[in-house]
């Protein structure tokens, strides 16, 4: 079964929380990876008691418990029979802005490695064109945090005028989304996740006015 590759985080808040237990700790830093692709983990019970050879029981168990402590919150989506179609797990703030500063060393080295090579050969910094249009990328965001791993993000993207378009065309409906405007925005993913996922390219599928008044089939659990 394939696994995350993604760097993990497990924050001083969890790994010193008495009322978790060890596994625990460890399922919520699996979370934490698996939120880096798309800013939430979707991962079903299955896949968790497969990748650690748990049971189904014990691993509703460990993520109820995560649930209940206020590290993750948890959103199920139902559809028009109330059927469960998808689960949705959200890291809460404290390991969202903890994801934000652990960098990959290995990208990190690579980058200090660049940078001096650019230095040694006198090469020109960014382009301002490119800084413009990061910054209107930066201003049309409505989760201005972690500016720099966002900006490594971008770069890695070479976003020209025809990208950047479809970026802030995408941002323009996902701010209306209800994800996004929950709770004051707080499941709003930081920028450099948002980009290292390729979020515009999301389906854009708009909920009807009197679906989003009843709440659109939605359960969350805090």
Avoid at 117 to 142: I, R
Wanted: charged share 30%.
């Amino acid at each position: 079964m394939e696994q995350p590759s993604y760097f993990s985080i497990l924050t001083a808040d969890v790994r010193y929380d008495k009322r978790l237990s060890d596994f625990a700790r460890l399922l919520y830093s699996d979370i934490t990876a698996l939120c880096n692709k798309q800013g939430y983990c979707s991962a079903t019970n299955d896949y968790f008691a497969q990748i650690f050879d748990k049971s189904r029981r014990t691993i509703s168990a460990t993520i109820a418990s995560l649930a209940e402590t206020g590290y993750i919150a948890i959103e199920i989506i139902r559809d028009g029979s109330n059927a469960v179609v998808t689960r949705k797990i959200w890291v809460q703030a404290n390991a969202q802005k903890a994801a934000e500063q652990v960098s990959d060393p290995i990208e990190e080295n690579f980058q200090d490695i660049k940078e001096n090579n650019t230095s040694n050969n006198n090469n020109p910094h960014t382009p301002k064109g490119e800084d413009e249009l990061f910054d209107q990328f930066w201003q049309a965001y409505p989760k201005r945090v972690a500016k720099k791993p966002a900006r490594r993000a971008w770069d890695k993207l070479h976003v020209d005028n025809d990208l950047l378009a479809k970026i802030l065309a995408a941002l323009a409906w996902q701010k209306r989304t209800d994800d996004w405007q929950r709770d004051g925005g707080r499941y709003i993913p930081n920028p450099a996740t948002w980009l290292n996922g390729g979020r515009w390219e999301d389906e854009h599928n708009p909920v009807p006015e009197d679906k989003q008044a009843r709440g659109g089939g939605r359960k969350w659990l805090k």
